[in-house]
């Protein structure tokens, strides 16, 4: 017992904060300030529209920038990660306010940061790797999609809708803007939008979201703009922490909601830090201490009214790129955020819905990299069905859904290449010193085939019945040295097509069982059934004496020659 408490404090300590972490925000902060500043101009206006977007308001979402930003900062894997409300969090959270409210969000999100926490106490983020390229990108293109559907109402300045489908959501928004057109709401997002996408093209460096939105709200404001709505007033301060929104009765029905919040925050915070490991050199992220400092993050923020938080691509590659060096520019960021809350309130207030839906209608617009969908489209039909398949998923069903069914299919798709890999192939026996009448002989009753590849239970049948084909011999000879990996369907599909054979009145030899093959294959009753019906031997030529001393002994061939000249029965291998 004490062992194990040991064992369990020491991975504790080992997912704090070292004190290299620390040491290193010391080393550029005049730099890492600077580009915090900048991170914390860009991000929000994106956390007030992700805070709107998610239901509970632009006040959930300040708080979520300003506290899981300030923690996953500290306590994260990456020195470059910045954290906060993202789009395709808000998509998750979009169906869980429709059925439990702004209470039931808190208490997933508490729920989500204690899973979080339990997957880097088990050492989870290292299977991060497996989640393939095709469904990473199918991911983020159907993000995209619905976060930009997401916006069509308030980039309308209609009423939200109904619904938790954003395809249904979005389309009843076209039918109440058709009968009751708001051109101010649309002309304000889609100029904001435009601001964006062209700004970024110009000046890649400058931060054209903020003034877009500062431009709308200068020109709503000034002109007195009918239908251009605000955001509404903001607390001045975070929330105090507060426990009233937890529910004993509750956690039941909301466990499968915080297990999908919980993985789509690993999956996106993992992601988000390769990118950021990617575009650096030398640098590469802790997986584990990443999903610590996500789920301490997700932890605190819904005790401030926050919504669940991730790793968010788009704010971390600004800060890699403005220059930030270590955690320090992560940290400033969300203290700026925090300045603003205490002391911008009013002003933020006062920014039409409209501004902040053409922010992240280009924001969306920017999350799909066409350039990687046309490489990935390119590389296979398996590619590109799966990410098809997942970006489909994405829209229609909800984000994790999507991942499992993505993974699903990359997974079978990859067994069945893996499977067409394993072939039968019949060896030809060598003429050697043998007669063209011996060698005829031979050739008509022994055939040697060698099994490449993997042996397993995608393709394993495909085997048996090619084996079983085999035409009428009289021994069968199984060249085993080059099968890569065997499963115990395929050692059963093997010891289905011996019996066969041997009901037929065919020998079966084998030669070459590797050592990691034999656990199995004795496992299913494999080698006991060679060694009572057949054979097994280590060497190809070992296999081929035997067989010709069955023949003998069956009257089929002549005894083989004295000592002194070569035996006419043994023929060698190709490429033995």
């Known amino acids: 017992m004490t062992s ?32 915090g500043l900048t991170v914390a101009i860009v991000a929000l206006p994106l956390a007030l529209g992700f805070g709107v977007s ?13 506290v899981a930003g300030a923690l996953a900062a500290l306590f994260g894997g990456s020195d470059l990660q910045v954290s906060g409300p993202t789009g395709a969090m808000t998509v998750v959270l979009v169906p869980i306010v429709a059925r439990y409210g702004a209470s039931g969000v808190l208490t997933v999100g508490l729920m989500a940061g204690l899973m979080l926490v339990a997957l880097a106490v088990l050492r989870a983020g290292k299977y991060m ?33 109904e619904g938790d489908r954003v395809l249904v959501v979005a389309w009843r928004a076209l039918e109440e803007f058709v009968r009751h057109p708001n051109w101010t709401a649309l002309g304000c997002a889609a100029a904001v939008a435009a601001v964006m996408l062209v700004g970024a093209r110009w000046r890649p460096a400058v931060p054209f979201s903020i003034l877009a939105v500062i431009a709308a709200t200068v020109v709503v404001q000034a002109a007195g703009l009918e239908g251009a709505r605000p955001i509404g007033d903001l607390p001045s301060g975070l929330s105090a922490p507060s426990l009233a929104f937890l529910d004993p009765g509750a956690l039941g029905s909301l466990l499968a909601p915080a297990v999908a919040v919980a993985a789509l925050a690993a999956l996106e915070s993992l992601l988000s830090a390769s990118v950021a490991d990617g575009m650096t050199v030398g640098r590469r992220h802790d997986p584990d201490r990443e999903l610590f400092g996500q789920g301490l993050a997700n932890i605190a923020a819904p005790l401030f009214g926050g919504v669940p938080a991730t790793g968010a691509i788009a704010r971390t590659a600004v800060n890699v790129r403005t220059g930030a060096g270590s955690r320090l520019s992560s940290l400033s960021h969300a203290a700026v955020l925090a300045v603003i809350v205490f002391a911008a ?24 990299e066409v350039g990687s969908l046309r490489a990935m489209a390119r590389a296979t039909r398996s590619d590109a069905a799966i990410l098809a398949l997942t970006a489909l998923a994405t829209l229609a069903l909800d984000l994790v859904q999507a991942v499992v069914i993505g993974l699903l299919v990359a997974g079978a798709l990859a067994l069945r290449a893996v499977a067409r890999q394993a072939r039968l192939d019949q060896v030809p026996l060598d003429r050697g010193d043998h007669s063209d009448e011996e060698h005829a002989l031979l050739a008509e009753h022994i055939v040697a085939y060698r099994i490449d590849g993997p042996l397993f239970f995608a393709g394993a049948h495909r085997f048996l019945l090619e084996l079983s084909e085999v035409a009428d011999v009289r021994v069968v000879i199984l060249r085993m040295s ?55 031997y280590a060497t190809t030529p070992e296999a081929i004496r035997a067989a010709r001393e069955h023949l003998e002994t069956a009257g089929v061939l002549r005894p083989a020659d004295p000592p002194g000249r070569p035996a006419h029965g043994i023929a060698q291998l190709r490429n033995s």
């Open 4 to 35: 194990v408490l040991s064992r369990g404090r020491s991975r504790i300590v080992s997912l704090l904060p070292s004190r290299a972490d620390l040491a290193g925000m010391g080393r550029s902060p005049r730099r890492d300030l600077l580009a």
């Open 54 to 66: 998610s239901g509970l308001g632009a006040e959930a979402g300040l708080a979520t920038a300003v």
């Open 129 to 161: 790797r497996y989640v393939p390229a095709p469904v990473v990108e199918g991911f983020t293109l159907g993000i995209a999609c619905v976060i930009g559907l997401q916006q069509i109402p308030n980039a309308l300045g209609v009423a939200q809708p």
């Open 345 to 368: 309130a009013p002003l933020v207030s006062r920014i039409p819905l409209a501004a902040l839906a053409g922010v992240l209608l280009a924001t969306a617009v920017r999350m799909v």
């Open 482 to 536: 080059r099968i890569s990996t065997m499963d115990a369907t395929g050692a059963l599909v093997l010891k289905d097509a011996v019996e066969k054979l041997d009901r037929r009145g065919i020998l079966v030899l084998a030669s070459g069982i590797r050592p990691g093959q034999r656990q199995v294959l004795d496992s299913v009753g494999v080698l006991d059934l060679l060694h009572r019906k057949g054979g097994e």
